[in-house]
């Protein structure tokens, strides 16, 4: 997808970015939703890229809390894309902080505290959150493989919930300058906007977001030049691939003999939060979690951190909080607290599955995550049963309490019957198998086999055929042991 704009504006390049941003440099502010950060004293972020033809990804975040006892450092490093199985060091303004063994995705995490906590304490040098200036991550050899600068926080007011400028940085040798910035506001309105001077007066240039190319522009007779892109907008509208803004990386503009003019990158902190939530459930990379707005899933590495477990192992009903960064639809975690104690005393939780079998009025139900027996009680409210006796088959959503390793159920409500005709629905998984006209994926720790018609339609594959490995969104209705598919729609290519 391509927009073009051929602009001729009249301002200088400062006239044009006061109206978005009192000074030049990079600030960021941030708050709502997944995309707030809690800096109860200080906060600085880098974004890290590449050094030459190095591959990869970076993220740090340096923060000061003031507690009781003093201030508290933390120190979270993340890297993505890299050398599968590999050391990388990390250093800020010269000081060494540590070394990340990338897992075999090619992703990585380190976090520093000084209070403990299970974690190796922030190096006394390091210089306070103001004077921070920039990180270098050290690959094989110690070459420099991804590198950043420090931008700092500030909180919006009123209804913008993200907003994060930076500058983009003249990579050709030449006097070019430039800036990005994201806005997202209440209600779903959300803005990029990149502009840029010292360039070649009438010449064309190509904006290319995160390797797509979202304009063309012309630059005007003083060599200046902007794009806008917003949602919802009819006339420059912001493409779906930008959507949220919070995620975008990389901002480049390169001109027509294909040279690379100006880069920078967004710290994209609104891709990292702090979860509460009831576990509910176990997938085969982690966990599903309840919170207060939504179910989420988990997944867990072999870098997560777990604080206050103990003995404990993790179970359903627990309570925790989970701090990590979201992976597309999962959240992949880096620190895991527990917050219930050692067992399951005071955990409550819901699920909603099939009873997979019946013992007089207590039951095993099947979740997409595992199974679940289930204790009823004199207390127990059923609603929706009528003349109806729980069943094999039957959906239900239940609500209730742990009380050690026994889930005592409040309320049972029975949401339908053992009915062929109404166990419809939609899946969400990933592909294991494929021999068309059926596949196989795989949701939490179940194998479902689909069966695709002629009526089935595809969604958002275009000319990419269905493989193992790829995340569908399957709608359609069970017939039997196989799930007929009504709509499959590509999430993810694997």
Same mark, same amino acid.
């Given at each position: ?14 006239? $044009? ?76 303004? !010269?000081?060494?902080? =540590?070394?990340? %063994? ?13 209070? =403990?906590?299970?974690? @190796? ?9 103001? @004077? ?8 094989? !050899?110690?070459?420099?493989? $991804? ?13 913008? *919930? ?5 500058? %983009? ?41 995160? =390797?797509?190319?979202?304009? *063309? ?43 690379? /003019? ?34 989420? *899933?988990?997944? #867990? ?12 192992? $993790?179970?359903?009903?627990?309570? #925790? ?12 975690? @880096? ?24 013992? =007089? ?65 939609? $899946? ?19 194998? /479902?086999?689909?069966? *695709? ?34 709509? #499959? ?6």
């Amino acid at each position: 997808m391509k927009y073009r704009y051929h602009l001729l504006t009249v301002f200088s390049l400062a006239v $044009l970015l006061s109206s978005s941003q009192p000074t030049f440099g990079g600030s960021l502010r941030t708050s709502g939703g997944r995309a707030m950060p809690q800096a109860a004293h200080g906060t600085a972020y880098a974004a890290l890229q590449p050094v030459g033809a190095a591959t990869g990804w970076g993220r740090v975040v340096v923060r000061d809390d003031d507690v009781p006892s003093g201030l508290k450092r933390t120190v979270q490093v993340w890297l993505f894309g890299m050398e599968p199985r590999t050391d990388y060091l990390v250093t800020i303004d !010269g000081v060494d902080i =540590g070394a990340i %063994l990338t897992h075999s995705s090619g992703n990585g995490v380190l976090k520093l505290q000084n209070d =403990g906590r299970g974690h @190796e304490p922030v190096p006394e040098e390091l210089p306070s959150i103001d @004077e921070l200036q920039s990180v270098v991550i050290y690959g094989p !050899g110690l070459a420099p493989t $991804l590198e950043g600068s420090f931008s700092s926080l500030v909180h919006p007011g009123g209804e913008t *919930t993200y907003e994060e400028s930076i500058e %983009l940085d003249d990579v050709s040798g030449g006097d070019a300058e430039g800036m990005a910035k994201v806005e997202m506001e209440e209600g779903g309105h959300q803005e990029f906007k990149t502009c840029a001077t010292g360039l070649m007066p009438t010449s064309l240039y190509d904006v290319i977001v995160d =390797g797509l190319t979202v304009a *063309t522009v012309t630059a005007d007779e003083q060599g200046q030049a902007c794009v806008k892109l917003e949602e919802p907008d009819d006339e420059n509208p912001l493409p779906p691939e930008m959507s949220p803004v919070s995620k975008i990386v990389l901002v480049q503009w390169w001109d027509s003999a294909g040279d690379l /003019i100006l880069s920078g990158a967004f710290t994209g902190i609104g891709s990292c939060a702090h979860l509460k939530g009831t576990v509910t459930g176990f997938t085969a990379t982690g966990f599903t979690l309840e919170t207060s707005d939504e179910t989420v *899933t988990v997944v #867990v590495t072999e870098e997560t951190a777990w604080e206050e477990f103990g003995d404990h192992e $993790l179970a359903l009903g627990d309570k #925790v909080k989970v701090e990590g960064c979201w992976d597309d639809d999962d959240f992949v975690a @880096e620190v895991i607290e527990l917050l219930n104690g050692d067992d399951h005393e005071d955990g409550c939780a819901k699920f909603v599955g099939i009873i997979g079998n019946v013992s =007089g009025e207590n039951f095993v139900l099947d979740t997409d995550e595992g199974s679940l027996p289930v204790v009823t009680t004199g207390e127990t409210e059923w609603l929706n049963f009528g003349d109806h006796e729980p069943a094999i088959g039957d959906k239900v959503k239940v609500e209730g309490c742990w009380d050690g390793e026994v889930f005592v159920a409040d309320v049972v409500e029975l949401k339908s019957r053992d009915d062929p005709g109404e166990k419809c629905g939609n $899946l969400m998984g990933v592909v294991t198998e494929v021999s068309l006209p059926s596949f196989s994926m795989q949701k939490g720790n179940k194998t /479902i086999q689909v069966l *695709t018609t002629i009526e089935t339609e595809w969604e958002d594959f275009g000319d990419h055929e269905i493989a193992v490995g790829d995340k569908v969104k399957v709608a359609g209705c069970w017939s039997g042991e196989v799930f007929v598919a009504e709509e #499959v729609e590509l999430k993810k290519q694997g």
